[in-house]
Structures are given as structure tokens and as C-alpha cells.
Nanobody, 121 residues
Framework: QVQLVESGGGLVQPGGSLRLSCAASGSILSINAMGWYRQAPGKQRELVATITSSGNTNYADSVKGRFTISRDNNKNTVYLRMNSLKPEDTAVYYC???????????????WGQGTQVTVSS
């Protein structure tokens, strides 16, 4: 089994910054793409950013130039640096990982439990 645990959320004023972390643990042989998604109240979950194991990144248009995704493959951890935060960035942020199990060699996508980010003055 694989677990993903997010941390780093909280309350921040508009224009402020936060860094989210997501650490994967358990029976992991390798992790391909990892990503961050968010879900605001009353809205569908949406893509924020993804990163491949080789470091190729992809961002939603709404966060380009403000957010940066990165990862540490040795620690099975993905990060999301969020700058110039806006009230519309308020949401629960979830990470996921496209993972190969070291025990079953099966491939599954696992999700974290989410961390709340609130941007408000």
C-alpha cells in the first residue's frame, strides 16, 4: 500500500506565499508523474500542475508564472511553491502520484487527503 501525505497549507493574505509538500511512503518501486490538484467549494477538482520523474512540468493557465512544482525523487516528495496568491486560489489542494508497487508491480494512482489553502485578508 502507498500513502501520500500533504502539508504546508494554511491562511495567507493576498499576495503572499506558501509552499506545499507531499510525501509518498509505503511499497513504492517507482513514481512516474506526480501532481497537484485543487477543489474549491462547489466546484470540480481541477489540475494545478504536474511533473514527470525526469522533471518535465505542466501548469494550469491560471497559475503559470506564480506557482512552481518540483520534486525530490530520493525522498518521493513533490512540492508546490505558490507565490502572489489570490483569493481565487482558495481551495483544498490534493497531490497524487502514478506509482509502481514494489510488492505487486501493479501501477496505481494514489491521492493524498488534501490540505486547505485559504487566501484572505
Amino acid at each position: 500500500q502507498v500513502q501520500l501525505v500533504e502539508s504546508g497549507g494554511g491562511l495567507v493574505q493576498p499576495g503572499g506565499s506558501l509552499r506545499l509538500s507531499c510525501a509518498a511512503s509505503g511499497s513504492i518501486l517507482s513514481i512516474n508523474a506526480m501532481g497537484w490538484y485543487r477543489q474549491a467549494p462547489g466546484k470540480q477538482r481541477e489540475l494545478v500542475a504536474t511533473i514527470t520523474s525526469s522533471g518535465n512540468t505542466n501548469y494550469a493557465d491560471s497559475v503559470k508564472g506564480r506557482f512552481t512544482i518540483s520534486r525530490d525523487n530520493n525522498k518521493n516528495t513533490v512540492y508546490l511553491r505558490m507565490n502572489s496568491l489570490k483569493p481565487e486560489d482558495t481551495a483544498v489542494y490534493y497531490c497524487n502520484g502514478d506509482t509502481i508497487s514494489s510488492s505487486t508491480w501493479s501501477r496505481n494512482t494514489y491521492w493524498g487527503q488534501g490540505t486547505q489553502v485559504t487566501v484572505s485578508s
